[in-house]
Nanobody
Framework: QVRLVESGGGLVQAGDSLRLSCAAS????????MGWFRQAPGKERRFVAA????????FYADSVKGRFTISRDNAKNTVYLQMNSLKPEDTAVYYC????????????????WGQGTQVTVSS
């Protein structure tokens, strides 16, 4: 089992930055690829970013490339999402995920999820 707890969300203005954190615990937490997804009201959960267990490979949705950065600190069992130049369309609940089975961009392939943290970007 892997337990994930997100933090760092909040209300910001367009152009501001936020850093989300996801603290992981469990037997395989430090050995698992980790990812971030987001879900806006009335929309499906969508891929944002992912990183391999070593952190040497990262993947991003086109909508966040160049603005968001995913990183991890395996000594702390924590993965981060640095979000810069935020836009109103980034408003969503952001979820941390662990232990994917196949396609990193498909929410259904991830086995463990956090409870989510709200990010609201005002214009």
């Amino acid at each position: 089992q892997v337990r994930l707890v997100e933090s760092g969300g909040g209300l910001v203005q367009a152009g501001d930055s936020l850093r989300l954190s996801c603290a992981a615990s469990g037997r395989t937490a430090s050995e698992s690829p980790m990812g971030w997804f987001r879900q806006a009201p009335g929309k499906e959960r969508r891929f944002v970013a992912a990183t391999t267990w070593s952190g040497t490979s990262t993947f991003y949705a086109d909508s966040v490339k160049g603005r968001f950065t995913i990183s991890r600190d395996n000594a702390k069992n924590t993965v981060y999402l640095q979000m810069n130049s935020l836009k109103p369309e980034d408003t969503a609940v952001y979820y941390c995920a662990a232990d994917p089975e196949g396609d990193y961009t498909y929410a259904g392939d991830w086995h463990y999820w956090g409870q989510g943290t709200q990010v609201t970007v005002s214009s």
